[in-house]
């Protein structure tokens, strides 16, 4: 037998590497399918359903809420079942099946309504998916291959924001310029569900007697106890929370300046969205590499001070390409984000309860960013009427209050510290590097 083929006979036997293949696919059907059209609900609520900056802020709360509301209960369940695929299929194949009824609506408070149920179904699915890959992977490769997800999905997605945003009728007024693009979004995320029923987890007893189902009921609602036990954990949820309700009150508005005050197109709107996704995919897997190296703690710091630009932009903008550059900006800060307080729960969270502490960390940031998301809505409501309807006094002023929220919070941060001893620091990587480019220049070459 030639060599090769007998290694990639060895390759194809892995059990982990099929597994990994499986997850793979997985991320990149269930994004494509959410890239063809979450982008572009906001301004389908907004261009096609006449939503007032309140209904925005509804719409937005029910996005940060549900599908946080129940992971507590979900994560405990799983981590109770020791199982994480089923949630996955079953959490998966009914919420991207909303898309299918989003295609009926008439007004925005029935949209409103089918996003918050496809959010709470979708609920099982965030922490059963944090846990696997925790189960899977191992403190030296964690980043590395959560950087591949995120890679995975976020080329997916981006790929179907851009199809979607280049081929979406110029006229956006109507209901019927989404209608192909929901139903294609809920058959790609089914059958990226679908997929994972490939995955096979150490075979565990799922039976559970009717007492201690009862028991774990109850109990699954409580998560209070892992708060008071992990300070590390205590401490990033506060912050973090804060941090993230201040963050959420301008959400709602987002889509106002887009439409209102630049005039953006749908396409205009897919290319926001695609120059955000390629920039942070562009820093993903450099920025996974060197969590493995100094940890989560200098990434977290980075991100929160880089998003108090955020706001500021927003306020002052006159053009579409002002928001494109924030987003381009914004995309190291945003790998950062995403590998590192992933990274940091996994390293302060107990084996046997990471399903929980995922479930604890999302609900208490839904909570935070549904009741900012709400209040931003009413407060852009309210300072458009004190302003006379003008769009940029009345959204400046909610983007002056995050601006200022931001940078307090963000201070605040230098609190927040990492239990987990890694191999350097970001001051001695940055000096390396400097040395390193300092003596190439001594080469004659």
């Known amino acids: 037998m030639p060599q090769d083929a007998g290694h990639a006979d060895k390759h194809k036997a892995d059990p982990l590497h099929e597994t990994y293949s499986s997850m793979y696919s997985n991320q990149l059907a269930i994004n494509f399918g959410k890239g063809m059209v979450d982008p572009f609900i906001p301004a389908f609520a907004r261009s096609a359903l006449a939503a007032t900056p309140a209904q925005l802020g509804w719409l937005q709360a029910f996005i940060n809420l549900f599908p946080t509301v129940m992971q507590v209960p979900w994560g405990k369940f799983s981590d109770f079942l020791g199982r994480r695929i089923p949630f996955l299929v079953i959490g998966g194949v009914l919420s991207f099946a909303m898309y299918f009824f989003m295609m009926g609506v008439m007004n925005a408070w029935q949209l409103i309504i089918l996003v918050a149920l496809q959010m709470f179904i979708g609920s099982m699915m965030i922490p059963t998916w944090s846990a696997l890959v925790g189960d899977l992977t191992t403190a030296r490769n964690r980043g590395s291959i959560m950087s591949k997800f995120f890679a995975a999905s976020s080329v997916a997605s981006l790929i179907a924001t851009l199809l979607a945003g280049s081929l979406m009728p110029t006229d956006s007024t109507e209901t019927s310029a989404y209608a192909v693009w929901f ?15 490939e995955v096979k987890e150490a075979k565990r007893r799922l039976y559970a007697s009717p007492r201690r189902l009862f028991t774990f009921g109850l109990k699954s609602f409580i998560f209070t106890s892992d708060l008071k036990e992990n300070i590390y954990f205590r401490n990033l949820v506060v912050l973090n929370t804060t941090f993230n309700f201040i963050m959420s ?41 060197l969590l493995d190296v100094i940890g989560p703690m200098p990434q977290i710091l980075i991100s929160r001070f880089a998003f108090i630009s955020v706001p500021i932009v927003y306020a002052l903008a006159t053009q579409i390409w002002h928001i ?116 190439r220049l001594r080469l004659p070459f």
């Open 249 to 289: 009150l301008i959400w709602p508005i987002l889509y106002l300046t887009y439409i209102d005050v630049l005039d953006a197109s749908l396409f205009e709107i897919a290319i926001m969205t695609v120059i955000s996704t390629g920039a942070m995919l562009f820093f993903q897997t450099k920025v996974g590499r």
């Open 183 to 197: 139903l294609m979004a809920g058959i790609s995320g089914i059958v990226g569900s679908l997929i994972l029923l």
């Open 324 to 439: 494109y550059v924030l987003n381009a900006a914004l995309g190291f800060a945003n790998a950062m984000a995403n590998v590192a307080f992933f990274a940091y729960i996994l390293d302060v969270a107990p084996n046997e309860k990471r399903g929980e502490y995922f479930a604890v960390y999302n609900t208490m940031i839904g909570i935070a960013t549904f009741i900012g998301s709400i209040i931003g809505g009413y407060l852009a409501g309210y300072f458009l009427i004190y302003y006379g309807n003008n769009m940029v006094y009345g959204l400046g002023a909610v983007y002056a209050i995050s601006a200022i929220g931001r940078a307090a919070c963000a201070l605040w941060f230098f609190k927040l510290k990492d239990p987990v001893e890694y191999p350097s620091t970001l001051t001695k990587v940055m000096k390396d590097a400097i040395a390193r480019w300092r003596s």
